[in-house]
């Protein structure tokens, strides 16, 4: 497997159709293109597609693997980006972590504020999970990051964003869809998807969205344990229809929703999470510090867009 394999398919997976892909973003045939595409799922040993006669959609494996594919290929861009300002540093130089889903929020405000302050600067882009740009901020690879307030990271100073509504998620045909709110106790007995505990852990610890929803299920008084633990918001996406189950999730894993899943408030206590800027204490960058002076504005224009 190769890094090309995977920029093609997310091409392919974002463009939804193979002849627009390799026409208007990959610039080669179709033909190539579909030998590479069939080259990769050779290789994962799985269908990443459905064909059809409006073009393709990804297969639940497929919708697993595109989360992957963008991790890996956004953290070999900070590999490259990170080598070649090292070696020609003629620019000021500023790395950005942003979690998958809300990059496309965030980024064009992020961008705009640091264009302002220094037009020339070199800004590289990372996209991953929280825990993981919890790791790459205090091992000094980025310098700012828009993440959750992840436990076990002494190092690490988190300013509030916004905090985030999580609600339910569901299969469109399930008969708790029928109604406006749901009750955290109606989810009891049901089958249960929740982000694992440790499969993004890099301190040891929980994810901090894995905490909030069992501190939420604690302080509702019900004790429910997950039917099936998964380490990727594209992999809930693909249960919650597959097995019927129910997934708690913030507003932001919208951004996921496939047609046969819908989106549910919770009754009573609303549970939130927090977005915040997360950054290496020891970070003595003056770019950080002139960014961090302006946060209030940066959530002002997304709450408030133009």
Known sequence: MELRHLRYFVA??????????????????????????????????????LRNSRGVELTPAGR????????????????????RQIAN????????????????????????????????????????NSPQLA?????GRIDLAFLRREDGSPDLEFNLLIEEVIEAYLPKNHPLAAQAAIAVEQIVGETFLSISGSA??????????????????????????PSHEVDNLGAIMSLIPSTGGIALLPAYAKTFLPDSVVTRPLRGIKPTIDLSLGYRAANTSPILKRFLSRADELVGKVLQPA
């Open 12 to 49: 392919v997976a974002e463009s939804g159709s193979l002849k627009l892909a390799a026409e208007d973003k990959l610039h080669t045939t179709q033909p190539s293109l579909s030998r590479q595409i069939r080259d990769l799922e050779h290789e994962v040993g799985a269908a990443l597609f």
């Open 64 to 83: 697993v693997f595109l989360d992957h594919a963008r991790v890996m290929l956004s953290q070999a861009e900070t590999a490259v980006q990170s080598v």
């Open 89 to 128: 540093p003629t620019k000021p130089y500023f790395a950005l972590g942003f979690m998958i889903g809300h990059d496309t929020t965030w980024i064009p405000r992020a961008l705009h504020i640091l264009r302002e302050e220094l037009p020339n600067m070199h800004v590289v882009i990372s996209t991953q």
């Open 135 to 139: 790791a790459a901020l205090s091992d």
């Open 200 to 225: 993004l852990s890099v301190s040891g610890k929980s994810p901090a969205l894995r905490l909030a929803i069992d501190r939420f299920m604690q302080q509702s008084g019900v004790n429910i344990r």
